[in-house]
């Protein structure tokens, strides 16, 4: 619960000051040292790294990396990869870094690393420059509604959802979303998935901050009416008969940017070589991580206790891309399962980070004049994974031509233009938008 409120304040406490300043101070250069490109030699600079995992089956790339031995494989033989219990842990040992019994880099919420570089989510709004170095999935989320509401099948549309919260809220019972960060991948689905109904995120119910492995113990007490996580705890959920999925967020945006493999920017200027290194291994685990003939193993790495710490039943179903969604309906090979590397999943598209940021816009997270594609251009190091892929020898056809995906389309019609954010944003009927 503490961890719950600390992020909450942290989401409001003087971020517009402290963006608004950063926007003309980090941009000028004063908080990276300048894009460094590993050196012709390849000597690595260091072998060791610590990265940091939330239990979920997101994270399936860097278990693998370490289990099967791309890490050593690529030279970094004294890489941990450890358990943080919260996104919110996750910041702050990022913020501290190794030198300080911190992290160096994790798995980790797309929009994290530009919260955090800006201060806007970082204790007394001080930044920690990053550098996202891939895109580790897309879509595998999923958004679940507690048994409470089974009678009414939530599912996409959340108009009839919206009377039902309405109901319990006017007989003086209190209505909650849960996602994991504020600002963050969850919080974004939850918030498009409500308003596109008609439901407020920000008045009409209390969304609140649950680490992942906390959902579906909360959803049991009755804390909350509907959450968006990752796997495994949405199948746990049903597994558990206490709630049912109303979607997976990829029915919301088909093949969306998900989590990312980010990096502290000065172990990376400090490491080009080892980050190379660890970037390779990463993706070469997120090959193996797509294989439909390994996917029973990644399940099974990812039930170990070390890892995730979930029986194995709650995760392979969905893991192979078999879904039940606790209603009666059931898909075998949903092409809204999770993608680790088909459909260019692991290239950090800049366009992606664009739409995250307006999202955060919209939210008021962040401020109205924001420099989106000023900040894209700084935290998003797609040409670090271009260097990585020339290295691995990656086919053509999963090297993307250019650094944006196009014009991408909702499930409720509505598209966004990564060169025209703010016509997206002006088409947006709720929002919370916040000036500078």
Not at 116 to 124: F, K, L, P, R, V
Not at 236 to 250: E, F, P
Request: net charge neutral; hydrophobic share 40%; with cysteine.
């Amino acid at each position: 619960m503490n961890d719950r409120k600390n992020q909450s304040n942290l989401s409001r406490r003087g971020f517009i000051k402290q963006t608004a300043a950063l926007g003309s101070a980090a941009m000028m250069g004063g908080l990276w040292s300048g894009h460094i490109f590993a050196s012709n030699n390849g000597a690595l600079e260091t072998r060791a790294a610590k990265l940091g995992f939330i239990a979920l089956t997101d994270a399936a790339p860097l278990f693998v990396a370490d289990e099967k031995g791309f890490f050593k494989k690529h030279g970094m033989t004294n890489v941990e990869v450890l358990k943080q219990s919260s996104w919110g842990t996750t910041r702050d040992n990022l913020v501290l870094g190794s030198a300080r019994n911190g992290i160096d880099g994790a798995h980790i919420l797309t929009p994290m690393p530009y919260l955090i570089s800006t201060g806007a989510m970082t204790a007394n709004n001080v930044p920690t420059p990053m550098y996202i170095l891939a895109r580790l999935n897309l879509g595998g989320q999923c958004i679940s509604v507690g048994n409470e509401y089974k009678d009414i099948k939530v599912g996409l549309d959340t108009s009839v959802f919206k009377d039902a919260l309405a109901a319990k809220a006017a007989s003086g019972r209190p209505v909650n979303a849960a996602m994991t960060f504020p600002g963050g991948t969850h919080d974004m689905w939850i918030r498009y998935w409500l308003a596109a109904g008609g439901i407020d995120p920000t008045r009409d119910i209390s969304t609140i901050v649950v680490p992942p492995a906390q959902m579906v113990a909360n959803m049991r007490v009755g804390s909350m009416d509907t959450f968006c996580v990752c796997e495994p705890w949405n199948h746990q959920l049903i597994n558990q008969v206490i709630g049912y999925t109303a979607n997976t967020t990829s029915e919301l945006w088909h093949n969306h940017p998900e989590k990312a493999f980010a990096m502290r920017a000065d172990y990376v200027e400090a490491n080009p070589n080892s980050t190379q290194a660890l970037l390779m291994a990463v993706m070469e685990a997120q090959m193996f991580c797509e294989d439909p003939a390994n996917r029973e193993e990644v399940a099974r790495i990812c039930s170990r206790r070390r890892w995730i710490n979930a029986p194995f039943e709650d995760i392979v179903d969905r893991m192979r891309g078999d879904f039940d969604y606790g209603t009666g309906r059931v898909v075998e090979n949903s092409p809204y399962q999770m993608r680790y590397w088909k459909d260019q999943a692991s290239y950090p598209f800049k366009s992606h980070d664009k739409w995250f940021i307006t999202e955060n816009i919209r939210w008021g997270y962040l401020p109205t004049d924001f420099d989106i594609s000023g900040w894209v251009d700084k935290v998003n190091r797609e040409d670090l994974w271009r260097e990585a892929a020339q290295a691995l020898g990656v086919a053509a056809a999963d090297i993307p031509e250019g650094m944006s995906r196009g014009l991408e389309t909702f499930f409720d019609g509505k598209v966004f233009d990564p060169d025209n954010p703010k016509a997206y944003l002006d088409s947006l009927e709720i929002k919370t938008l916040r000036g500078a």
